[in-house]
């Protein structure tokens, strides 16, 4: 947590800068127990044994300050209701009520204790656009809890609009947590609303929201999602065909083609005899192996119009058919910010720089490895490819759905550029090895690695290789094989 919170510098609920605060209005003593009873309650979750930081100017007896530790929550009182009150023991007696103090405040010290509350949301939250929004990665089985807050938008505070999380393609576990506004609730602007999510299927997927889905793609609204399958939790040396033949023995889990005409991941035709490797992970429950990689990087494809942004940021009405994207991002940056390493940041309108733009593409892959890039499409107006050169691409899967028949061939294909429109992903092994002393394992030792080096990934689309009116820049980023 506290790397994420280093690394984030920000996010609501991962901030050391930002303590909860609520100001005093009645702190009075009786004996050595104090009782304090704020504006607003401090924590809707304050426990018995928390420690809150008392402070104030000269109004305030020196007795009441410094850190307390709370003996009693949900406190009657006289003035308001019993959660806006708590108790705690001082080492000073007979100190005199303060009421009203303008300046007596209590507080959490700065610290990550993994819960978010209503004022970081609106006081932070509310500052901090990432693009892409924030990564969401789980294991098969996993249930997942998604909280979504609408805070609004600072300079539209004439805006009403709703907003809604929709995992795209997402096998859902109800409609009601879909987030198609047809289907399932939408949230108003002040509200929360928790998502429930249980992870049937590996692969890789993209999350949106899915209210006027071309402009709130535009503006940001849009994020990675991927799932780790089960094989990934096969202990090593174990046989993965054996692994995934289990799996068919579990109703929840199997995967039988010649009874299911939807099971897209059957058992391959042949047994490879391949093992759970030592290290390493798999894309899919494959079963021989072969979508075995050594490290893995999400990409995301967009495209900005920052006339369309001008356009509705300024009060005017936005032209949809008008849209048309001058810059070409990957996971919201362009060459060569892509090749930046850590977060990228932004002053925001409060005057404190926020990181919007939080993931580079670099690609890093040791030398006679293997890497996957889970690659995703949130353009709403252009089609985009990417290239690579000097790396062989081999493509697994398709909208998180492995690339087999139903006779269990699999049907990977070599390809030097991929293709994807909005709404698609693909799953891409980047290999860096000719050849391996085991060829039907990918996870053996390589005897012929391709030569070390810098190589590009790059989008051969020339009018994409560009900032706008500067003719440099664009979908692209650096392989470094090392």
């Not at 509350?117 to 693009?131: K, S, T, Y």
């Not at 030398?367 to 949130?378: E, P």
């Not at 092994?429 to 190589?455: F, H, M, N, Q, W």
Request: negative net charge; hydrophobic residues 35%.
């Amino acid at each position: 947590m506290s790397q994420l919170a280093g690394f984030y510098n920000g996010a609501v609920g991962l901030d050391y800068d930002v303590a909860n605060t609520v100001s005093i209005y009645d702190i009075s003593e009786a004996g050595n127990t104090v009782t304090v009873v704020t504006n607003s309650p401090l924590d809707l979750n304050l426990q018995v044994g928390a420690t809150v930081l008392i402070a104030g100017g000269t109004d305030l007896p020196a007795g009441y300050k410094g850190n307390a530790t709370v003996t009693a929550v949900n406190v009657p009182n006289a003035f308001f209701p019993p959660s806006f009150a708590f108790r705690y023991t001082a080492g000073t007696s007979a100190l005199a009520e303060v009421t009203e103090s303008p300046t007596a405040t209590a507080s959490f010290p700065r610290a990550i204790d993994g819960h978010v509350d209503p004022r970081q949301i609106m006081d932070v939250g509310v500052m901090n656009g990432n693009l892409p929004a924030p990564l969401m990665a789980i294991d098969e089985d996993d249930e997942f809890f998604l909280t979504l807050t609408n805070v609004g938008m600072i300079m539209r505070p004439d805006l009403f609009e709703q907003h809604t999380v929709h995992f795209h393609g997402y096998p859902n576990a109800s409609a009601f947590y879909d987030g198609v506004p047809d289907a399932s609730v939408a949230i108003n602007i002040a509200a929360s609303f928790t998502y429930y999510y249980l992870a049937p299927d590996a692969g890789t997927y993209f999350w949106h929201c899915h209210i006027t889905p071309p402009e709130h793609l535009q503006m940001g609204m849009v994020g990675q999602l991927y799932v780790r399958p089960r094989q990934n939790r096969v202990a090593a040396g174990t046989s993965l065909y054996t692994a995934r033949t289990a799996q068919n023995g579990d109703l929840r889990t199997a995967c039988v083609s010649a009874t299911d005409i939807l099971c897209s991941n059957p058992l391959p035709a042949v047994n490879t005899a391949v093992n759970r490797a030592a290290s390493g992970n798999y894309a899919y429950n494959d079963g021989d192996g072969s979508t075995y990689y050594d490290v893995e990087y999400p990409i995301q494809m967009h495209g900005f119009d920052p006339n369309f942004h001008f356009v509705g940021m300024t009060f005017n009405p936005e032209g949809f058919a008008d849209m048309k994207d001058k810059y070409f991002l990957l996971n919201g940056r362009s060459y060569p910010d892509t090749v930046t390493a850590g977060p990228l940041q932004t002053q925001s309108a409060d005057g404190v720089y926020h990181f919007s733009q939080p993931l580079s593409t670099i690609i890093d892959i040791p030398v006679g490895k293997r890497a996957l890039l889970r690659i995703s499409d949130l353009n709403v107006s252009e089609y985009h490819t990417l290239a690579s050169l000097g790396v062989p691409m081999t493509v697994i899967g398709y909208n998180a759905k492995l690339l087999r028949d139903q006779s269990g061939n699999n049907l990977y294909y070599a390809t030097n550029s991929i293709t994807l429109g909005g709404g698609e992903s693909l799953d891409v092994i980047l290999d860096t090895c000719v050849t391996r002393a085991t060829p039907a394992d990918p996870s053996s030792s390589c005897t012929t690695p391709i030569p070390v080096g810098t190589y590009y990934l790059y989008t051969p689309n020339l009018d994409h290789l560009s900032n706008d009116a500067e003719n440099f820049g664009g979908q692209m980023t650096e392989v470094r094989v090392h």
